[in-house]
């Protein structure tokens, strides 16, 4: 092919999310052919990921967004925090969780077959790490469905939370408020009664074990270690958490302030961050 038209290259390009000299080297050697042009630029992209399949994918970015009472999260990794924060690789994150907030997959993998302009989620992914040369995973979505779901990502795009409300028409800041408590706060649960009996006996023996290495009489560990175990429920579980904008109260206290039946019903926190 002795001439590639640049509106083809762009095309291309806009078809398949390549650089534009990836673009303009797969017509040149498809002649043309734009099908092949497409299935050339995939297959280097295959190529790419499966040479580096055994690379460390830990840097990327969390995002989480909210329709109101839906909301979805995805992790998409890269290596290298170079990568993580160029706006393209952002940008093919957003329009993955864009896709997430339209379709509401029911999960992950469900997620990855969905298409973007034409072409599946996993095909993309894997086409834009052949552009870079870095490894691309798609490694985590979830979601929370509520009366109003909120949505906070912490600044870096490293760390995002969803929470879900039972109430509606509750101002958006109030969701804010404890969207950010358990980005800060990192809480195992809502409350104390949704903690796992395996969780509530391993914080036990902790507390136990604690006490004996103290010194404590042995009649004394068990009445010590519930008090341990009451710490970590009132630390650690978001409605008894003390509210971090004023910790003159707890999280399930301000929302009370807010509205007597109000609570919240579900939520995630996901963070890249050590």
Known sequence: MSEVKAADVAKLRKATGAGMMDCKNALVESNGDFEKAIELIRERGKAIANKRADRE???GVVLA???GS???MVVLNCETDFVAKNTDFIALAQSILDKAIEKNPADLDALKALEIDGRKIVDLVMVQSGVTGEKFELSYFDKVAAAK???YIHPGNKLATLVGLN????DL???KDVAMQIAAMSPVSIDKSDVSEELRKKEFEIGREQARLEGKPENMLDKIAEGKVQKFYKESTLLNQDFVKDNKMTVGQYLKQ???DLTVTGFKRVSLQA
């Open 57 to 59: 994918a830990g840097e």
């Open 65 to 67: 967004k909210s329709n």
């Open 70 to 72: 839906f909301g979805a």
């Open 149 to 151: 779901v909120v949505a």
């Open 167 to 170: 109430i509606a028409d509750v």
């Open 173 to 175: 800041q109030v969701g």
């Open 258 to 260: 807010i509205n007597k």
